[in-house]
């Protein structure tokens, strides 16, 4: 809903946005922890409910017809930037426009839109940016799902893919590009769209988002440039703000960090209006948009963001520690102990913190690595991230069991990796448990 109140001849339009919000004080920009608590909000509207309530409705009331039809404006797309008033919970709702704003502040993106899963909401922005005969070119690898949608299911619809692997060097992806430049001319497209997921999971291969904006430049220059989108799933909004290093696009699975309480499952997408404009249209159109119930409670979460994260930052970098030179341990994929220059160098430019999720490599194979997590006591076996608890799984066997064993060997996906989220526990007893359960190899 546009933040304007005025009438706009003779037409109310909903206001939901306080008449004089907050976002500074003096000279001072206020932080996104601090804006989390009021942002969006006006308790006077809702009855000096200090919490936004919960709108459990299907549709909402014009106050006239012209109200309605220029609302309408909005949802059809004939008007940019979304609807000026409430209209109808498939296409908008309170809940969701708070969040909305909310999430926004991390990333100084200027609009943001909110999912009923992460998945839906990589799904809707590939549906607003492919057609039939286009390419997508995407780093690898991808998070399982995200694959199986762009080389399975969109080459039902005659789109074709490229992709090249996370830590390539900006002159690899732009004869990437370049090959699917010709491969989308000869199929009667264009390159629809640039899509990276950096850190990769579970490898933690850092993308070079700098050096793929720098490639797409070389290619495309000004002449109607792919754009290029990244799910940030792992390191954002704190620690990775794609954005400011040439991203147009930016995905959540809000399921993981955001929510961090493993109690919802949610997704969001950021950029300029620009970029939403279509996204939001295809979200109109499809109905991928999150329940109000779930927007409430990831306006209860980004309370915590930052608390929540910084303490799983912390936690994760001393039980690394810990594991650095076990004897049970054959090596960390940790973001904090980067070996590799050039990955060193992307993540210097690109990361402010190296996150709580990481590979942990078990001496042994499948059957090590089973002792290990069966042994484990404070960590939840289970596959997911970004909670307030420690989880812990095996990709090989788990989430990437469907990828085929050449793709998986190529990958470095082996039997004995074993992916550990960190969560907000005392870290000292966290160590102990994964003392114990080494001890138990
Ligand atoms: C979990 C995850 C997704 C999918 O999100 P859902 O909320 O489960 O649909 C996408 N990308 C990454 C990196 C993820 O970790």
Redesign the pocket.
């Known amino acids: 809903m546009s933040e304007h109140d005025d009438d706009v001849a003779g037409i109310p339009v909903t206001r939901r946005m306080p008449k004089a919000p907050i976002e500074r004080i003096g000279g001072r920009k206020l932080k996104p922890a601090t804006l989390m608590m009021g942002h969006g909000y006006d308790p006077e509207l809702s009855e000096g409910s200090l919490k936004p309530p919960i709108f459990l409705t299907s549709t909402f009331a014009f106050e006239n017809a012209a109200a309605g039809k220029r609302f309408f404006e909005g949802i059809t797309g004939k008007r940019p930037g979304g609807s000026d008033g409430l209209v109808y919970s498939r296409f908008n709702g309170p809940n969701q426009e708070i969040l909305e704003d909310r999430l926004s502040i991390w990333d100084e993106a200027e609009d943001a839109l909110v999912f009923s899963?992460?998945?839906?909401a990589?799904t809707t922005v590939l549906l607003a940016n492919v057609n039939q005969g286009d390419v997508v070119v995407h780093s690898g690898p991808l998070?399982a799902?995200?694959e199986t949608l762009i080389n399975k299911i969109l080459g039902r619809f005659g789109v074709t893919f490229l992709d090249f692997p996370a830590g390539a060097a900006p002159g690899e992806v732009a004869v990437m590009l370049e090959q699917a430049k010709q491969q989308a001319k000869a199929n009667g497209g264009k390159v629809a769209i640039i899509y990276l997921?950096s850190p990769a999971?579970p490898t933690n291969a850092l993308v070079d988002i700098e050096g793929v904006a720098a490639a797409r430049e070389q290619v495309f220059g000004s002449d109607n440039p792919p754009p290029i989108a990244i799910?940030n799933?792992?390191l954002g909004p704190l620690w990775q703000q794609p954005l400011k290093h040439g991203a147009d696009i930016v995905i959540y699975?809000?399921?993981?960090y955001v929510g961090g309480h493993s109690d919802l499952?949610?997704?969001g997408v950021l950029g300029s209006k620009a970029h939403m404009d279509p996204i939001r249209a295809i979200r109109n159109t499809i109905g991928t948009i999150c329940d109000p119930n779930t927007a409430w409670m990831l306006m209860r979460s980004l309370e915590t963001l930052e608390l929540r994260m910084s303490r799983a930052g912390e936690n994760a970098l001393k039980v690394c520690t810990f594991l650095r030179d076990h004897p049970k341990v054959d090596g960390l994929g940790y973001l904090g102990f980067i070996e590799s220059n050039s990955q060193k160098d992307i993540y210097e430019r690109h990361c402010s913190g190296a996150g709580s999720t990481f590979s942990l490599f078990i001496k042994g194979g499948e059957a090590e690595a089973f002792r290990f997590l069966d042994t484990m006591k404070i960590a939840k076996l289970a596959v997911?991230?970004g909670g307030t608890e420690t989880l812990a799984s095996l990709p090989a066997a788990m989430t990437h069991l469907s990828v085929p064993d050449e793709r998986r060997a190529a990958l470095g996906i082996t039997d004995n990796l074993v992916r550990i989220s960190i969560g907000v526990e005392d870290p000292d007893d966290l160590i102990a448990d994964f003392e114990q359960a080494l001890a138990a190899v």
């Open positions: 899963s992460g998945m839906s990589i998070y799902a995200t997921e999971n799910d799933t792992f699975s809000l399921t993981k499952v949610a997704g997911s991230l």
